[in-house]
């Protein structure tokens, strides 16, 4: 169980990792960590090396000085399990521990995450050394958590290595019992592919032309579970010895090889690695979604922002620093959004390896010369005033629905076109964050009761229990946004015969017959028939049939001008909506308006540069306004009698907000999102000030 009030406020802290370090730096350490606010640290995500420098030596006289050290400066350890880079000697005794690739390559010595989950000898050392600390530290007031592992599947999602390849034919068996279920599921009439041995059955290494579709979504539902069951070894372990302490794995937002909706039902709180790219054209975007991601995994449950960069990273072309007030602005964004933790990468920046150009809490020109840390401070600072954020709810009425099967099953290889998941998604989650919606991701099987209006992006593979979820959703009067080449698999990746999307086509009120895939130099209109108003498609135009659907939009080039493009139909109490093409941010921004409006939902117009959020504590209401923008002021109109969360002060009707500025908002009534009015983006002036 994850309890937000076994932690000093709201969690503030870094990675630490002191085996880089002389000893006479740790004293520093902890008074600079007190000095900053840090409450929580994570300690010893990368030393396996340390602890067990030889096979079953452990020494853990140093790791014992920091837990003390930090105790008795008041500052709590999010102990890891220590095996997220084994160690040289484990790669040289097996060599077959090491993964390997799609192409038959051995990946070798000298990064990290250099693990075959499957290797035996692997497992039972990873069991071995979990085992080792949670028995040693199991006592020590210092340990607040546990932080398994590292970043699953941040290297290395998918080994392909005979072991592998026996443990994918454990899990297929598993599922399908017999070979007949599986030649039928994987269509192996197809290519003289049918299976008479399950011996014969491979990973979908490099093949001489496209792989089983199946076999490949099959093999990315294993991969992920795989990793998840050497998850498993460790938190049952940890679990096992100290029943009463949390435990979680840092995740990577939309990261494509692990299912974390799965995943996220196996940690006792989320937690979060998140690196928007500062040079990006809208990273608050970026941030925003993998954080109502987090947020959404656990339904609604807030989360840890495990790691941030206090300024730069290293691993990107050209590392854009955080300019000042950036990491302020970005740390309030996760607040925002539901994190209870705010934590960076890293305490202090190293000295030495791969990363020692990232920045740290603790620069390399030490505190006092450097704004990194007083920013730093300053934010531990302020965060005591916060605290009661932690108890905040984000009521969202709107969903995305967002499924790994779908991701993967969407991107395989052989389709109408190489369609890419991530791209939809952005847009219609901008859309309706513009649009001053909390937004929530759901899972097609996901408890749908909540919410007034459910978009589809995309759902190209929809499983039957899927579609009934959707079609009952709207039968009880919910309003359904769908996009384009949805519900046209079924969980096997096998064609829903009898007019696309067959399992939705009497809740849309259409049949689509074919697609009209675009080449880039191709263009396409569609416009809407109430206002006139046009706008542009591209990649992607349908072939549709009404049956009873009201035609609001249509196409305006080639064989299917006139056609419809965008359409509603009234289904049980509901309706739905129905999107036929790649449309602009702009086509699906007005649409999905309309598609709240009509179903009740407050809308407010939101420029791109302002995050908003609105969330419930008890019966009271906070507004968090964030201009993410770096130059230009925002004009706001506030709904009346709302005070500043930090003090109680009364707020005036309206205020600018300096770029990168901030305002919390408190109200003892149920404010509507739109009673907010964004007056004007007013005059350019340097950020920061
Ligand atoms: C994360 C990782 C950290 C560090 C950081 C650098 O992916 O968990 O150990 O490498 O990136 O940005």
């Known amino acids: 169980m994850f309890d937000i009030h076994h932690f000093d406020g709201i969690i503030y802290g870094a990675d630490y990792n002191p085996e880089q370090w002389p000893r006479e730096t740790w004293p520093e350490d902890a008074r600079l960590m007190n000095e900053a606010g840090v409450n929580l640290v994570s300690l010893g995500i990368f030393s396996w090396a340390h602890l067990e420098a030889r096979p079953g030596h452990y020494n853990f006289d140093w790791l014992d000085e920091v837990m003390d050290l930090l105790h008795q400066h008041g500052i709590g350890v999010n102990l890891a399990t220590a095996t997220a880079s084994p160690p040289p000697w484990l790669s ?38 979990t085992e080792q600390i949670a028995q040693r530290y199991q006592g020590h007031p210092a340990l607040k958590m546990w932080h398994v592992n590292n970043e699953y599947g941040c290297h290395v999602d998918q080994c392909f290595c005979d072991l592998c390849a026996e443990e994918f034919r454990t899990w297929l068996r ?39 579709p199946t076999q490949q979504l099959d093999w990315r539902r294993f991969s992920s579970d795989n990793l998840l ?9 940890l679990q096992q010895i100290t ?26 709180v989320v937690s979060l690695d998140a690196y928007p790219d500062p040079s990006g054209s809208r990273p608050h975007m970026e941030a925003g979604m993998s954080y109502d991601l987090m947020r959404s995994l656990r339904g609604g449950q807030r989360w840890i922002l495990m790691e941030q960069a206090p300024s730069a990273v290293n691993w990107r072309e050209r590392n854009t620093l955080k300019r000042p007030g950036l990491m302020r602005l970005l740390n309030h964004q996760a607040l925002a959004h539901g994190a209870s933790g705010l934590m960076f990468f890293q305490w202090r920046a190293s000295r030495a390896g ?63 076109a190489a369609l890419k998941l991530m791209p939809l998604v952005q847009k219609w989650y901008a859309a309706l964050r513009q649009l001053g919606q909390n937004v929530d991701f759901v899972h097609p099987e996901g408890d749908l009761s909540g919410y007034d209006v459910v ?55 259409l049949w689509i017959e074919e697609w009209l895939v675009m080449q880039p130099h191709e263009e396409q209109q569609m416009q809407l028939l109430s206002s006139g108003k046009t706008y542009g498609v591209q990649n992607w135009a349908e072939v549709i049939h009404v049956t009873g659907a009201e035609i609001l939009a249509t196409f305006q080039q080639d064989f299917i001008a006139g056609q419809p493009a965008v359409t509603l139909h009234p289904f049980g109490a509901g309706q739905s909506y129905y999107l036929g093409g790649d449309f602009t941010e702009e086509a699906v ?10 179903a009740d939902v407050p809308v407010c117009r939101v420029p791109e540069s302002l995050n908003v959020t609105l969330s419930a504590l008890g019966d009271d209401r906070v507004l968090h306004l964030l201009n993410v923008h770096p130059t230009q002021s925002l004009q706001v109109g506030l709904p009346e009698g709302g005070t500043r969360f930090e ?43």
Request: proline share 7%.
């Open 92 to 129: 040289l005794k097996y060599p077959d521990s090491k993964p390997v690739t799609a192409d038959g390559i051995r990946l070798e010595v000298g990064g990290r995450q250099l693990y075959c989950p499957s290797h035996p000898a692997f497992r039972s050392h990873v069991r071995q050394l």
């Open 174 to 212: 598993g599922k399908y019992g017999t070979l007949d279920a599986l030649n039928f599921a994987w269509g192996t009439a197809f290519w003289s592919q049918r299976y008479g041995d399950w011996a014969e059955i491979q990973p979908p290494r490099r093949a001489p032309t496209y792989a089983n």
């Open 229 to 237: 069951t050497l998850y498993r070894l460790e938190a049952g372990v």
């Open 243 to 268: 029943p009463h302490l949390p435990v979680t794995t840092n995740f990577l937002g939309f990261l494509p090889g692990l299912d974390y909706f799965k995943w996220a039902q196996e940690e006792d």
């Open 354 to 416: 791969a990363e020692k150009y990232h920045s740290g809490m603790v620069q390399h020109v030490g505190p006092d010369r450097s704004r990194v840390w007083q920013e730093v401070k300053a934010l531990g600072q302020e965060l005591k005033s916060l605290r009661e954020l932690t108890e905040a709810r984000l009521p969202a009425r709107v969903a995305v629905m967002f499924d790994w099967n779908n991701w993967w099953a969407l991107e395989i290889d052989s389709k109408p």
């Open 455 to 509: 978009a589809l992006p995309n759902q190209y593979l929809l499983a039957a229990a899927g579609a009934q979820n959707i079609r009952s959703f709207v039968e009880r009067g919910g309003t359904l946004v769908s996009g384009f080449f949805s519900g046209i698999v079924d969980e096997h990746e096998h064609i829903q015969l009898g007019g696309y999307p067959a399992l939705l086509s009497d809740v849309l009120g």
């Open 589 to 598: 921004t007005d649409l999905l308006e309309q598609a709240l409006t009509q």
């Open 647 to 689: 003090n109680g002060a009364p707020l005036p009707q309206a205020i600018t907000l300096p770029p990168y500025g901030v305002l919390l908002a408190r109200y003892s009534r149920a404010v509507r999102i739109n009673e907010l009015n964004i007056v004007a983006e007013a005059s350019a002036r340097l950020a920061g000030r």
